[in-house]
C-alpha cells in the first residue's frame, strides 16, 4: 500500500497566528519542528499499519519548511518549489490513498489563519462551488482516482473536509477561538490522537471514495480588490466578470484549471497597493 501525505503548516498543533508560520518571524523555526514531528508520527503509523511507501509533500509557502534531518528515515519527502502541482506535486494514480496534514479552512471561513493560497483571494469556485485549497486538492486527487482519507488540522478544517467527502477521518488538534487564537492539545496528546486517527483511516480506506471532479470545470476566481483580479486576467484564457472582481477561466480538465488558479494567483501578487 502506498500513501501519499501533503502536509501545510496552519493546521499543525499549537501554530496560532503567522509568527509560526512566516520564515522572516520568531516562532518559525519552533514550528519547523513540531510540523517536521507532526509528519513523522503519520508516518511512523502508516508503516505500522501495511503501508509499504510513504511520500511527503511539503506544502507550505516556499515548500521547504519540514527537517529532513529530522525526518523519518523510511519517508520520501518533496521539498521546494516551484512545483508544477504545487501542494498535490508527485500525488498519481498508483498511490492507495492520501492524506492532508496541518490543514486549515478555506478565504473567509471562521477558522484559525483561514484563507485560500493567498491573501488576496475572496473564493474559489468550480463551476460556481465554493472550495478552498482542501477540496482543490481533492479534487485533483480524485483526478488520479486516490481518496482522500485524512485530514488533520484545526476544528474547522475538519468540518470542511467531513462536508467535502463521505466517510473521511479527521483528527482535530486544536480548537478556533478566533482567527488568530486556538485551543490546542499538547503535542504529546495531539500525537497519540493522530497515530489513532490514521490507524482508523487506513482501516476504513475501502469506504471512502475518491472526489471525483466535473468535466470541463469552470475556474472562478473571486479576488480582494480589483487591481489584483486585472492581474490575474492578463493569463491568456482567462475573462473579468465586468463590474466583479471574479476572474473566469473555462478548462478542459481540473488539472488545467489547478495550474490556471495557479498562475493566476502569483500574478495577482504583483499587486501594489501605494
Not at 472550495?131 to 485524512?150: H, R, S, T
Request: proline share 4%; with cysteine; charged share 20%.
Amino acid at each position: 500500500m502506498k500513501l501519499y501525505t501533503s502536509v501545510d503548516m496552519e493546521g499543525i498543533t499549537g501554530l496560532p497566528d503567522q509568527t509560526f508560520i512566516d520564515s522572516s518571524m520568531h516562532n518559525y523555526e519552533r514550528a519547523r519542528k513540531i510540523m517536521t514531528d507532526e509528519i513523522n508520527v503519520v508516518v511512523t503509523e502508516a508503516f505500522k499499519n501495511g503501508c509499504k511507501e510513504v511520500l511527503v509533500n511539503d506544502s507550505h509557502s516556499k515548500m521547504n519548511n519540514i527537517l529532513i534531518d529530522q525526518l523519518h528515515e523510511d519517508a520520501q519527502l518533496i521539498t521546494g518549489s516551484v512545483k508544477p502541482l504545487s501542494m498535490i506535486q508527485g500525488l498519481e494514480e498508483s498511490f492507495d490513498g492520501a492524506m492532508f496534514i496541518g490543514y486549515h479552512a478555506r478565504a473567509g471561513q471562521f477558522g484559525v489563519m483561514s484563507h485560500s493560497m493567498i491573501h488576496a483571494v475572496r473564493n474559489f469556485y468550480i463551476n460556481d462551488q465554493p472550495i478552498g485549497e482542501m477540496g482543490f486538492n481533492a479534487y485533483v486527487a480524485g483526478y488520479f482516482g486516490v481518496p482522500l482519507l485524512m485530514v488533520a488540522g484545526d476544528d474547522q478544517a475538519a468540518k470542511e473536509a467531513e462536508a467535502l467527502v463521505p466517510n473521511i477521518t479527521t483528527a482535530t488538534v486544536k480548537q478556533t477561538i478566533s482567527r488568530s487564537c486556538v485551543k490546542s492539545l499538547s503535542p504529546k496528546k495531539a500525537h497519540a490522537l493522530l497515530a489513532e486517527k490514521v490507524k482508523d483511516a487506513l482501516a476504513n480506506r475501502d469506504k471512502v471514495d475518491p472526489l471525483i471532479p466535473p468535466k470541463d470545470p469552470t475556474l472562478k476566481i473571486e479576488f480582494n480588490n480589483y487591481g489584483q483580479a486585472e492581474w490575474a486576467s492578463l493569463m491568456p484564457g482567462t475573462k473579468l466578470e465586468e463590474g466583479t472582481t471574479v476572474v473566469c477561466f473555462e478548462a478542459k480538465d481540473i488539472i488545467e484549471a489547478y495550474k490556471a488558479m495557479l498562475v493566476m494567483t502569483e500574478l495577482a501578487m504583483h499587486t501594489t497597493f501605494s
